[in-house]
């Protein structure tokens, strides 16, 4: 007879999770030439934090702000275009906008605001 007992989720504080995600950065978030980089790493996983991005999303996110076609990041994920198009449309849900020109300016506003916290007052 099986067990009808359930887990509890516990959720993860947001800064656990970001040193988690700082250990384990995907490749996708390394790009080869950090001067071509207009985020690091870090901010990366800061900006999906602050949106409650999945790695998988987190990774689209990236190749779409890099300008990036839903096949071509199939195929470097090496997931199906159908894969791609639902984390795109969970993206796009989460993020609140349409198409991914509002991606890009929602990820620099947030990029931007990040930046804004990081200085000490004047």
Not at 98 to 116: F, S
Request: charged share 25%; with cysteine.
């Amino acid at each position: 007879m099986r067990s009808t007992t359930t887990r509890a989720r516990t959720r993860v504080p947001s800064q656990a999770r970001q040193a988690a995600a700082k250990q384990s950065v995907s490749p996708v978030l390394k790009p080869e030439n950090p001067a071509e980089g207009y985020l690091t790493a870090e901010q990366w996983v800061s900006v999906g934090s602050a949106f409650g991005l999945t790695t998988c999303e987190l990774e689209v996110a990236v190749l779409l702000f890099h300008g990036k076609t839903r096949t071509s990041i199939a195929r470097q994920l090496k997931r199906s275009a159908g894969a791609v198009r639902e984390r795109i449309d969970a993206l796009f849900r989460k993020l609140q906008v349409r198409h991914v020109l509002g991606l890009a300016v929602r990820i620099a506003r947030a990029k931007d605001e990040l930046a804004m916290k990081d200085q000490p007052p004047a």
